[in-house]
């Protein structure tokens, strides 16, 4: 079975924090996708990574791609409050399936 | 390029009535993929296809469900005789390259 561990579930914090998400599987995969829902809302794609140890930036989001292209990780430099909603990591295949982590819940108190 | 389009947003139905739910995946993309998500957890895969085509259908229960991608027309998720364990937000997404999905607003079902 394939899966794929996000860790924490949830996570309060205050406004100007700095927190990490993390996302790590047994597996393998061809590219790893991180995604942010709102309530109500779908999934929103944030980036992809494709290759080991990739590194890239969204203003204050810099998302990791594991060398083993195993894991990846989530860091938010001073979190604001409109950073609230559900984080959401996707690993893919070289086939079409994407596997999803379960999500972690992310509330920043102003 | 409107994206992914999902209807209707909300659908009430009594137990035992069918509810179709309707997926226009963006312009060009030829791959679907269904979703359901209940509350306060991620996304549960049901079924992926391409036009007229199903791929893969492990994720859908194999009784009351079925879901097809016309050649013409928007993806529909089927489910017949829904029970109140039916009730959750599906997800439709498409894509163009099988790595980066886009996702609709969802259809959040309410079976009472």
């Known amino acids: 079975t394939q899966l794929l561990e996000q860790s924490p579930q949830f996570l309060s914090i205050q406004e100007g924090e700095n927190l990490t998400v993390y996302c790590n599987s047994s597996s393998v995969f061809s590219s790893l996708q991180w995604y942010r829902q709102e309530p109500g809302e779908g999934p929103v794609l944030l980036v992809t990574?494709?290759?080991g140890g990739e590194v890239k930036k969204l203003k204050r989001l810099t998302f990791q791609f594991g060398d083993a292209r195993k894991d990846s990780s989530l860091h938010i430099t001073a979190a604001q409050p409109g950073d609230t909603g559900l984080y959401l990591c996707a690993g893919g295949f070289s086939n079409y399936q994407l596997i999803w982590g379960a999500g972690t819940k992310l509330i920043i108190k102003p | 390029n409107a994206g992914v389009m999902q209807n209707p947003r909300h659908l009430v139905r009594r137990r035992g009535q069918e509810a179709r739910l309707r997926c226009s995946p963006m312009k060009g993309h030829s791959h679907v993929y269904w979703y359901r998500q209940l509350p306060e957890e991620g996304l549960k895969f049901m079924v992926y296809l391409q036009k007229e085509n199903i791929i893969d259908e492990s994720g859908m229960p194999k009784e009351r469900f079925s879901a097809e991608f016309p050649k013409e027309g928007p993806s529909i998720l089927r489910i017949q005789q829904v029970v109140r364990g039916d009730s959750a937000a599906y997800f439709c997404?498409?894509?163009?390259?099988?790595?980066?999905?886009?996702f609709g607003q969802g259809t959040r079902l309410t079976v009472v």
């Open positions: 990574v494709v290759t």
């Open positions: 997404a498409s894509s163009i390259n099988r790595d980066e999905a886009f």
